[in-house]
């Protein structure tokens, strides 16, 4: 039998920057290796480290259990300590996710906006006409897959 | 269309208020006749619930479209059912003449 599929995490806010270099390495001066933060686990530390919330109600806001909550965080953790000491490279994407809503981000002003009517498509920036901007939902592919994309590009 | 616009005081010159619920004017503009109407926020200091009693005083006024700095949990969910489009700005830095100009180009 096959394991019961992961349940989608909720997240309000993707990241503005999508990762970390390190610099300055002391000890060899070949490429950083990867690691990965998935946005549930980035998500699960913007609640609990920056918003201050207490972990039941971060599990709540991610539509969680509050255990499982706290195994995303742990993971999270791990990850940073782990990218800390060893001098690793951090990337965050993937995830199993969802957005709260369909979100767009326009790169001509910075904003962020919603599709309050699913019927419509968005065709332009409501604030400030651009017609460069994209969807949120672009985050959510699986990194590996994102990886070999961007070699394949090279 | 009506837009609203969270402020920092109640002339054309204030800043964007960074918060929705407690923020401490919002700016209703009219698009079609420019009319601009400030509202003071009655739910600045709330301890509780700011955000779901702010979104009911918009509601009221028939706005399409929300422009601020945060949205929060509680919001989201209220603001997607009543189909009022949000606008994420995280520009404090900018007034509200700054943002009528940016909507009417």
């Known amino acids: 039998m096959s394991p019961r599929p992961v349940k989608l995490r909720k997240i309000s806010d993707p990241p503005i920057i999508s990762g970390f270099k390190p610099y300055g390495n002391k000890k060899s001066n070949s490429k950083p290796v990867i690691t990965f933060l998935n946005l549930e686990e980035y998500e699960a530390l913007r609640l609990c480290d920056y918003m201050m919330f207490d972990q039941l109600q971060a599990s709540s806001a991610m539509n969680v259990s509050r255990p499982t909550l706290t195994r995303i965080y742990a993971r999270a953790r791990k990850k940073i300590a782990e990218a800390f000491v060893l001098g690793k490279q951090i990337i965050i994407e993937g995830g199993k996710i969802y957005f709260d809503s369909e979100w767009y981000n326009c790169k001509s002003c910075g904003c962020v906006f919603n599709n309050p009517d699913k019927q419509k498509i968005i065709a332009e920036c409501p604030l400030c006409r651009a017609k460069n901007f994209t969807n949120y939902s672009e985050f959510t592919h699986e990194p590996e897959e994102s990886l070999k994309r961007k070699r394949n590009k090279k | 269309m009506k837009v ?17 619920g407690r ?17 003071p926020n009655p739910n600045k200091d709330a301890q509780e619930g700011a955000g779901p009693a702010s979104v009911q005083l918009v509601a009221s006024r028939n706005v399409e479209k929300i422009i601020s700095g945060e949205f929060g949990i509680k919001i989201k969910s209220l603001l ?23 909507i009417n180009k």
Do not use: W
């Not at chain 2, 700005?89 to 943002?99: G, Q, R, S, V």
């Open chain 2, 4 to 20: 609203a616009i969270t402020s920092t005081g109640n002339s054309i010159d204030s800043k964007l208020d960074q918060r929705f």
């Open chain 2, 23 to 39: 923020c401490s004017h919002f700016m209703i503009y009219d698009t079609e006749t420019k009319g601009m109407e400030f509202i």
């Open chain 2, 80 to 102: 997607d059912s009543l189909k009022i489009q949000m606008i994420v700005l995280k520009e404090p830095e900018k007034n509200l003449e700054d943002i009528i100009n940016m």
